[in-house]
């Protein structure tokens, strides 16, 4: 049963603008989240990650805020470049271990 | 420079023969990881491995295998391949400590005929 839910499949922002990737779990035991971003051919990279104990992680362009009661978190992208156009994948993680659980990913395309 | 590398990258064989793809990374991680990537499904992981001799199942492991020999090195083995494993794998290292970022591979498209 999946975990952690990324209910969009694609996005499709015009450059410039805010892009809003969201991103819901459903166990209670997780306490990190982390957004990674893929482009085609490669491995995903990290992007950002916030702990449970924040509701918010910025750096740069990057927000991530965390509604822990809800058990959804967002990220942020402003604003938006063409450059930001990839595969966002959200994952958490429990503290007992290294195991990370992604959802299926966002695909962003960020128009001109 | 820190990275994890993958071998081969691109891979076609046939059902039934026998695999391996190696994952190496220089950054004396204790932890290593192999997923896999399909449409529709994200990213699943197939076995990982806290450190030296010491690999457990992940999610989906059924058809694989794995050895830690060694620290750097994380091999993935199929021993035998069938189509229904045709996909994107990627190999994730991380160093100690809770809640740390994964390091990946840039992946091995494995085709299985």
């Known amino acids: 049963d999946q975990q952690v839910k990324q209910n969009s499949p694609s996005l499709s922002v015009q450059e410039g603008r805010i892009s809003i990737l969201n991103c819901d779990y459903t166990n209670s035991m997780f306490d990190y989240f982390l957004w990674y971003k893929k482009y085609p051919a490669e491995g995903p990279t990290f992007l950002i990650s916030?702990?449970?104990?924040?509701d918010k992680n910025e750096d740069g362009r990057f927000t991530v805020f965390l509604n822990k009661s809800a058990k959804h978190l967002s990220l942020h992208i402003v604003p938006s470049q063409p450059g930001d156009s990839a595969v966002y994948f959200c994952?958490?993680?429990?503290?007992?271990?290294?195991?990370?659980?992604f959802g299926k990913g966002t695909s962003l395309l960020v128009t001109p | 420079e820190a990275q994890v590398t993958q071998n081969p990258r691109y891979l076609i064989t046939v059902t039934g023969k026998k695999l391996t793809v190696t994952c190496s990374q220089n950054?004396?991680?204790?932890?290593m990881s192999w997923y896999r990537q399909d449409p529709g499904l994200g990213l699943r992981q197939i076995y990982y491995s806290m450190n030296v001799e010491v690999t457990d199942k992940g999610d989906v492991p059924e058809g694989y295998k794995v050895s830690r020999k060694e620290k750097r090195n994380f091999p993935l083995i199929l021993e035998s391949p069938s189509p229904n494993q045709t996909s994107l794998y990627f190999c994730a290292s991380s160093p100690p400590g809770q809640s740390t970022e994964a390091f990946f591979g840039q992946g091995t498209r494995l085709t299985v005929v």
């Open positions: 916030i702990s449970s104990i924040k």
């Open positions: 950054m004396n991680h204790e932890y």
């Open positions: 994952a958490a993680s429990r503290n007992s271990g290294y195991a990370l659980n």
